[in-house]
């Protein structure tokens, strides 16, 4: 399985309004796409010293052949809208995980 995590600072003049996008539009159309599994949306804890909130994004799938269609067929179109709504406001990064195993507590 492979994890492609998107972590974005926003700034806080738009939060609301991409929280929203996010959870409402954004994840749910990444989804749509039929190439991820499903995806985990977290804040990260850690206070930046540029300002805003940061956000991670955990979007599952199944091999990096599938990501790479992704990155193909897909992410032009939505990274687009979201420097549309968004531009400066926001600072994203990417980066492929690939999952070895997990482990839970007895």
């Not at 749910?28 to 991670?56: N, Q, R």
Request: charged share 30%.
């Amino acid at each position: 399985m492979i994890i492609y995590n998107v972590t974005t600072n926003i700034d806080d003049s738009v939060h609301d309004e991409w929280i929203h996008w996010m959870q409402h539009t954004h994840i749910p159309e990444v989804l749509a796409t039929g190439k991820f599994t499903k995806a985990h949306f977290v804040k990260v804890l850690v206070e930046e010293e540029m300002g805003g909130k940061t956000y991670s994004v955990q979007f599952h799938t199944d091999s990096h052949d599938t990501l790479q269609k992704y990155y193909k067929e897909d992410a032009p179109r939505l990274r687009e809208d979201s420097y549309k709504l968004f531009g400066d406001k926001m600072l994203s990064f990417r980066t492929e995980l690939e999952f070895i195993c997990e482990h839970k507590a007895i």
